[in-house]
């Protein structure tokens, strides 16, 4: 089945400390994004990834990592979370097509204390 | 710079009745555009979208949108509503020249039997 996963679905953390959310896409997409979902503010970018080793900042990159050594795997990487990080994030990957539709993970949220 | 506007949080319709979700833009380019749906604690799920050509796309579920260049709008339409179309809605926008995809705030469907 063509799916996008992500882990963990969901996460409770404390200020600082380190984390990971893993993305992975088994459809070969060359093009992979980030996304944090807020009440009121819809669906903000990240960073997105246009191939492997190829990656950019979206509208939100401050506090965030990323990382493309493989065509399949997107991980987002908080380095020191903060409150304010809190959050409802998604990955997402496309074929590699300006006009191609989005495949979404399932969703991680995000609680930082 | 581009922009999405939905105008309204939430739309109320009672089951078999027409529903409308509207959605204008703003893009520097001609304008690939999109519609997506969220059900609760779900991802994002493709809708339709509209790349070029005829201005009525029809897409999954029964649902249609109607691309108006002059009025810059994409309105999602469903001739009848159902209780299982009560959803989080997103229109999306992106130029032709592999532009940021600009996501709207979302409007939160809500249809009573």
């Known amino acids: 089945e063509a799916q996008v996963t992500q882990n963990p679905r969901y996460l409770i953390t404390v200020t600082g400390k380190k984390l990971t959310v893993t993305c992975s896409q088994n459809?070969?997409?060359?093009?992979m994004s980030w996304y944090r979902q807020d009440p009121g503010l819809g669906l903000r970018q990240i960073y997105y990834?246009?191939?492997?080793?190829?990656?950019d900042k979206g509208d939100v990159p401050e506090g965030y990592k990323v990382s493309r050594k493989e065509k399949r795997n997107f991980p987002l990487i908080l380095e020191s979370p903060s409150p304010n990080q809190t959050s409802l994030y998604f990955c997402?990957?496309?074929?590699?097509?300006?006009?191609?539709?989005?495949?979404f993970g399932p969703g991680t949220r995000l609680t930082v204390t | 710079a581009q922009s999405v506007a939905q105008p309204e949080d939430q739309v109320n319709v009672a089951e078999g009745n027409p529903l409308t979700v509207k959605c204008t833009y703003s893009v520097s380019g001609n304008p690939y555009l999109f519609w997506y749906v969220q059900y609760p604690n779900r991802g994002l799920q493709f809708l339709l979208k509209?790349?070029?050509?005829?201005?009525l796309v029809k897409g999954s579920y029964g649902f249609e949108a109607e691309f108006n260049k002059s009025q810059t709008s994409f309105h999602l339409k469903k001739p009848s509503a159902l209780v299982s179309d009560s959803a989080l809605y997103f229109c999306?926008?992106?130029?032709?020249?592999?532009?940021?995809?600009?996501f709207g705030a979302g409007t939160q469907v809500v249809v009573t039997p």
């Open positions: 999306a926008v992106r130029d032709q020249s592999w532009g940021k995809l600009q």
């Open positions: 509209y790349i070029t050509g005829d201005n």
């Open positions: 459809m070969n997409h060359e093009y």
């Open positions: 997402a990957s496309t074929r590699g097509g300006a006009g191609d539709e989005q495949y």
């Open positions: 990834s246009m191939n492997v080793e190829v990656t």
